[in-house]
T-cell receptor, first 112, second 113 residues
């Protein structure tokens, strides 16, 4: 079945530093979604990427979908304490029609 | 709109007991799914449904049953609970899988002793 690898598993940053998490799939994807889960909370949708090479921005967050549609990244510029949480990528497509497969998640801690 | 409602929020079971986690959504979503979340494992898909009367297995379906008799409800049944099923369970729904944005419930924390 489809596998989605997400790195790093943990990231500790000082407030103001940048942060990036990467998601890689073994198969070509139809789309990829990103979610944020605050500690003790539930995952909340951030964005969906569909097109090869697509780049989308939400304030300090930049999302990219690779040209081959097998990888994606989420970059946060100048982290704030409100960015704390776990970031997940969810991949759809390839051999897993009808399923959204999540990466293991990256746990971000931000030190003030 | 309540969104996706899961009950119960917390449950403790003994090995061998059975129980049902309830999930209901009021957004008229066709797609519904159940995930379990364990430390370091991310979110793993248990079962999903693309519409009433249709269900299919995800990555980790063993020990769980689902049914989808209505668009609104998607209960998850544990037939004979095992300690390995101790986890946080999330129900999620979407208009359809390709429309993006899974809406998650608040989660159900299950402990099996």
């Amino acid at each position: 079945g489809q596998q989605v690898m997400q790195i790093p598993q943990y990231q500790h940053v000082q407030e103001g530093e940048d942060f990036t998490t990467y998601c890689n799939s073994s198969t070509t994807l139809s789309n990829i979604q990103w979610y944020k889960q605050r500690p003790g909370g539930h995952p909340v949708f951030l964005i969906q990427l569909v097109k090869s090479g697509e780049v989308k921005k939400q304030k300090r967050l930049t999302f990219q979908f690779g040209e081959a549609k097998k990888n994606s990244s989420l970059h946060i510029t100048a982290t704030q304490t409100t960015d704390v949480g776990t970031y997940f990528c969810g991949a759809a497509g390839g051999t897993s029609y009808g399923k959204l497969t999540f990466g293991q998640g990256t746990i971000l801690t931000v030190h003030p | 709109n309540a969104g996706v409602t899961q009950t119960p929020k917390f449950q403790v079971l003994k090995t061998g007991q059975s129980m049902t986690l309830q999930c209901a959504q009021d957004m008229n979503h066709e797609y519904m799914s159940w995930y379990r979340q364990d430390p370091g494992m991310g979110l793993r898909l248990i079962h999903y449904s693309v519409g009433a009367g249709i269900t299919d297995q995800g990555e980790v379906p063993n020990g769980y049953n689902v049914s989808r008799s209505t668009t609104e409800d998607f209960p998850l049944r544990l037939l004979s609970a095992a300690p390995s099923q101790t986890s946080v369970y999330f129900c999620a729904s979407s208009l359809d899988l390709w429309a993006g944005e899974l809406f998650f419930g608040e989660g159900s924390r299950l402990t099996v002793l």
